[in-house]
């Protein structure tokens, strides 16, 4: 994909110390002339009412590692917001504490509030954004009453459209139109209204949609710029979950950091394949279980097992090419040399995979895919770890693993594998804890992983998601598609499916009713079509959830799922698909190695620790951001393009692309005690729009609604 280096225009405009003072009674102190621009700290104030709405934007910030603030409107004893809480000097310096405010609506407090009549004179002075996370339609937001002409309801299934100014504006990553998630017909999922702007209202509409009924559209999302304040309107409610704030959340943040803030976010997606080279066991649809895998009974039915062919591997290498995402393909060497045994000596599969082996990235998966943790007593199901004499459990030892590795690492350079040795994924993630079995990582894990120097191991995301230290390694988290292991037709996954998810009256396993955090399907899946129509779409929207949740952690499918009827790629087609529609090419997918995800997942660790403790301060003084941080952690930050950062031998360019910013890590240079960074043009203050006359700052009292129109609701919210 193509990288769009479009660059966005920020204005450049001079705050003047006396409003700076008249506006939020500082002290009335000489300062210098070049201590008249002020200093914004970059952090946000997020006023909270327990909605949805304004969690969803604190947690788009805090996946970004964007510090933030936030107020509890309910909380007994809260600060009150007043000058001295937004605002103060700096060693002469007048000091704005945020870069922007978040409020639950456009005016959360009781009539004649001072504590809004304080963040108006403060947002004035400053030029500090507000967003207005969910808000009724209503001409103090600059919109018309829903009751003239507009819409007040559902908005589930509606087909929103970014306009011309949000494509030029904070939306210029998404190519114009997407639908609102419609899961349940039963359930209202979002809420919203929909209006045009008011007449005379200086109100630019960035994401609209047709108004039910009518003709017209309305906005969903705009900026309303008034009283020298500038709001950004948002009338629909959504929770962090829901895919239709997941695609705006980046331009809200853009939008009130004015593309200047700490942290930042990419879309990724990294897919790995487990068992390249083995065969993975068959799922019985007569037994109900794998033969050949501990889910059997000893000796209960035959072994059918699944194995790739070189045309699929011809199929992988040009599905690969087309889709512009690389495949990480985890094997195991012993898999091919049992063939060979059994063969003559003939295994065209690894022959095939050993000439295309620079189409595809490889991990070593150890020699013969064993399980390195406790020694299994598979006599009887579900299998339990074998006892020393003193009750003791009885783990695989630290030769034994180390010879898995070592071995499979062999095997690999021999045949020329470009392999990257720092990285691991044991058969099963085996070695690691598995609860209830074995609740303890293996002990003689950590030690051999040190004698082959392993420094980035795999782990089930499902039942070990946070990075952890392993001996030298670091673990990286992995997420499982509900694409098994054990099927490589359509068919059979359906059975699968139907076995695990469907009730014992009908005729499933019955784990879905006890289970706490799963449901049971209302019917079975039809074996014919259930694949098609209801996996591959539910499978494609828990994985594009993923996608645009700033998640690095890979997905991980079988080598099983590329064979016979090739299963896993209706689901990776649908991702990219759905993914292409969407964003438009300045915010490509983002397709990492293992190691380099751990390395983000660490770093992303490193920074939040710091963040939590109060050890990051970075602010702006015109177009100059300065970043104080810990000395081993390296600065997180997203700039508009064309941001430089200063250092003792002259600027260099800051972070990469994306999004229409750029963004990265830095870290000062030798002499320097912090980060620098040079804007291209100092953010624009807020201004009163030409031909709208200078107001006093409102007190915000809550407007009538008009007979019959009630008030914001968000039924169906919650997540």
């Known amino acids: 994909m193509k990288r769009n280096r479009a660059q966005r225009t920020i204005r450049t405009a001079v705050l003047a110390t006396s409003v700076l003072i008249l506006s939020l009674g500082l002290p009335a102190s000489p300062v210098q002339a070049d201590e008249q621009t002020p200093r914004v ?131 210029g990553y998404l190519k114009g139109s997407f639908t609102f998630e419609d899961n349940s017909p039963s359930i209202d999922e979002s809420w919203g209204f929909l209006s045009r702007p008011r007449a005379g209202a200086d109100f630019t509409t960035y994401v609209d949609a047709p108004i039910p009924g009518r003709t017209t559209r309305g906005s969903l999302i705009g900026e309303y710029r008034h009283d020298g304040r500038r709001e950004l309107v948002v009338t629909f409610v959504a929770n962090q979950y829901q895919q239709q704030f997941r695609l705006l959340a980046r331009g809200i943040v853009d939008w009130m950091t004015q593309g200047i803030r700490l942290g930042y976010a990419r879309n990724y997606l990294s897919v790995h394949v487990d068992d390249v080279f083995a065969s993975d066991d068959r799922w019985d649809t007569a037994l109900n279980c794998t033969p050949g895998d501990v889910d059997c009974q000893p000796g209960q039915g035959t072994p059918h097992p699944i194995r790739m062919t070189p045309d699929d591997v011809q199929h992988a290498v040009d599905w690969s090419d087309a889709r512009g995402l690389t495949l990480d393909l985890a094997y195991n060497g012993g898999g091919s040399v049992e063939y060979r045994e059994d063969h003559g000596g003939a ?260 920074w939040r620790k710091a963040l939590q403790a109060g050890r990051v301060t970075a602010y702006r003084i015109g177009d100059e951001v300065t970043v104080t941080a810990p000395q081993d952690v390296a600065v997180s930050a997203t700039m508009p393009s064309g941001t430089t950062q200063v250092l003792p031998s002259g600027d260099a360019t800051f972070g990469l692309p994306y999004a229409r910013t750029v963004s990265g890590r830095v870290s000062a240079a030798a002499g320097q005690d912090s980060v620098t960074l040079s804007l291209p043009t100092a953010p624009a203050a807020a201004t009163t729009p030409r031909g709208i006359a200078p107001a006093p700052a409102r007190t915000a009292p809550r407007a009538p609604v008009p007979e019959g129109v009630a008030e914001p609701v968000a039924p169906g919210a919650e997540r």
């Open 347 to 606: 295994d065209p599969l690894a022959d095939r995979f050993v000439a295309d082996r620079t189409a595809f990235r490889w991990i070593n998966h150890t020699y013969d895919h064993p399980y390195l943790g406790c020694e299994q007593d598979i006599s009887v199901v579900p299998w339990k770890c074998t006892t020393n004499p003193d009750g003791s459990t009885r783990y695989v030892t630290q030769a034994e693993i180390s010879r898995q590795i070592a071995d499979n690492r062999q095997w690999a350079e021999q045949a020329g594998l470009p392999l990257e040795s720092s990285e691991l994924v044991t058969g099963e993630h085996s070695g690691l804890k598995l609860l209830p079995q074995q609740p303890d990582d293996n002990p003689n894990l950590a030690p051999a992983l040190a004698d082959n120097q392993v420094a980035w191991l795999g782990s089930d995301n499902s039942r070990d998601p946070v990075q952890r230290q392993v001996g030298p390694a670091l673990t990286v988290s992995r997420y499982p598609m509900n694409v098994f292991y054990n099927v490589g037709r359509a068919a059979e996954q359906v059975d699968e499916y139907n076995w695990i998810y469907t009730s014992r009256a009908q005729g499933g396993s019955g784990i879905c009713e006890d289970s706490a955090t799963t449901t049971c399907l209302d019917a079975p899946l039809d074996t014919a079509t259930g694949y098609t129509d209801y996996i591959v779409p539910l499978e494609a929207q828990i994985a594009m959830g993923h996608v645009l949740g700033n998640d690095p952690r890979p997905h991980f499918i079988h080598q099983s799922n590329l064979a016979e009827d090739r299963i896993a790629y209706p689901v990776l087609d649908r991702i990219l698909d759905q993914y292409s529609a969407l964003y438009a090419d300045n915010a490509p997918l983002v397709n990492l190695r293992m190691k380099d995800i751990g390395a983000e997942l660490r770093e992303r660790a490193s």
């Open 41 to 171: 700290d970059l952090r946000v104030l997020i006023v909270s009412d327990g909605g949805p709405a304004t969690e969803a934007i604190a947690a788009e910030l805090d996946g970004a590692g964007t510090p933030y603030t936030v107020l509890d409107l309910g909380e007994s004893g809260r600060p009150v917001i007043d000058a001295a809480f937004l605002a103060d000097t700096v060693d002469g310096r007048p000091r704005a504490k945020y870069q922007a405010v978040v409020l639950p609506n456009d005016n959360p407090f009781p009539a004649g509030s001072q504590e809004m009549t304080a963040l108006a004179a403060y947002e004035k002075a400053y030029g500090i954004p507000q967003v207005d996370a969910y808000t009724y339609a209503r001409p103090q937001a600059g919109l018309e009453y829903p009751v003239n002409g507009g819409y007040a309801g559902p908005v589930d299934g509606i087909t929103a459209e970014i306009t011309t100014a949000g494509k030029a504006g904070p939306f």
